[in-house]
């Protein structure tokens, strides 16, 4: 069993929204840092956004910023991003990551999380 498993990805109009969801299993959730990244062809994987293990903590790339959120529910094993208003841009294969870190922060660097899913793919699209 993997221990990071995406779900959610599909295709859908700009403007409309996804939920994404990082399903976690083998390891604590909630004393992990989480990230979804994301990847278009040709492009560097890039940091969407993250959340800190207690869930206090949220950052995220200005080119989502007041559209798209990152949430948890450590019960239930899950982390989520809500994507609402997408664009053609957000086109990529959206991973998400953990940080086996108890932290009261976290980072979209892609060096501080050791723990990867095998992602979903988004595609924005008329």
């Known amino acids: 069993q993997l221990p990071l498993v995406e779900s959610g990805g599909g295709l859908v109009q700009p403007g409309g929204s996804l939920r994404l969801s990082c399903a976690v299993s083998?390891?604590?959730?909630?004393?992990?840092?989480i990230g979804w990244f994301r990847q278009a062809p040709g492009k560097e994987r890039e940091g969407v956004s993250c959340i800190s293990s207690s869930g206090g903590y949220t950052n995220y790339a200005g080119s989502v910023k007041g559209r798209f959120t990152i949430s948890r529910d450590n019960a239930k094993n899950t982390v989520f991003l809500q994507m609402n208003s997408v664009k053609p841009e957000d086109t990529g294969l959206y991973y998400c990551?953990?940080?086996?870190?108890?932290?009261?922060?976290?980072?979209?660097?892609?060096?501080?999380?050791?723990?990867w899913g095998q992602g979903t793919q988004v595609i924005v699209s008329s």
């Open positions: 083998g390891f604590t959730l909630a004393y992990s840092a």
């Open positions: 990551a953990a940080s086996l870190t108890n932290s009261g922060i976290c980072t979209r660097s892609k060096d501080y999380f050791g723990v």
